[in-house]
């Protein structure tokens, strides 16, 4: 099985609540096992409009081809109603492929490692959180001065 670290994104409706049942939700996925998640942070918006974000990262397992993966996170992303009128809209879920095992991918649909994971600290976080031998200190140090904090209930 192949261990992925997939992005979760939320900033429309119940955005804890469609982050969770997301997390809940990649543990069902065919072939596909939850191993770990983070807590949830709140951001703001980069390269986007609207509310904050909900965000955090999941670990899994997975028999699915990265292509599979892909094609599944959207399905779920469909399913929470998301919607992409134009590029970074505000949106229900949002799902991202970070890792995949060590491949290197680019085609036209998917780009592993994800191409900005390195530039945003509501990825790094989270991922550092539940893997921190991912995260160097100098990443995290980068994206230093991004708005995000651990939601606190």
């Known amino acids: 099985m192949a261990h992925a670290f997939i992005a979760l994104g939320a900033n429309l409706g119940d955005a804890r609540t469609t982050v969770l049942q997301a997390i ?6 065919p072939e596909t096992t939850l191993w770990s998640h983070s807590s949830l942070y709140r951001s703001a918006p980069v390269d986007a409009n609207g509310p904050d974000f909900i965000n955090a990262v999941a670990e899994i397992a997975t028999s699915l081809s990265p292509q599979a993966l892909l094609a599944v996170l959207q399905t779920l992303e469909h399913n929470a109603g998301r919607q992409r009128p134009y590029r970074n809209a505000p949106r229900t879920l949002d799902l991202d492929i ?18 900005r994971m390195l530039i945003r600290a509501f990825v790094l976080l989270p991922l550092a959180e539940i893997a921190p ?21």
């Open 98 to 115: 970070l890792l995949y095992d060590d491949v290197t991918l680019d085609t036209p649909t998917l780009v592993i490692p994800h191409p």
């Open 133 to 153: 031998d991912r995260v160097s200190s100098a990443q995290l140090q980068a994206v230093s001065l991004q708005a995000i904090e651990r939601w606190r209930e």
């Open 24 to 29: 809940h939700d990649l543990g069902q996925l």
